[in-house]
């Protein structure tokens, strides 16, 4: 083997070490927003509705 095949292996090693690093990174981010999204969500919700309830469509 000559070195430029090794450190051809060595980049490629590295390439893919550091896509799924940013790939980890990606995804803890998005579960993060995620979270906060829903907790959004569920405080929005604690709030009535101001005409749920009161009035009725009916299509006939």
């Known amino acids: 083997m000559n070195v430029s095949s090794m450190m051809g292996k060595q980049v490629a090693e ?5 896509s799924m690093n940013l790939l980890k990174s990606q995804m803890s981010t998005q579960a993060a927003h ?7 969500m569920q405080e929005a919700n604690a709030v009535p509705h101001p005409a749920k309830g009161l ?4 299509k006939g």
């Open 55 to 58: 009035n009725i469509d009916v």
């Open 14 to 18: 590295l390439q893919r070490t550091l």
């Open 34 to 40: 995620v979270t906060v999204m829903l907790k959004d």
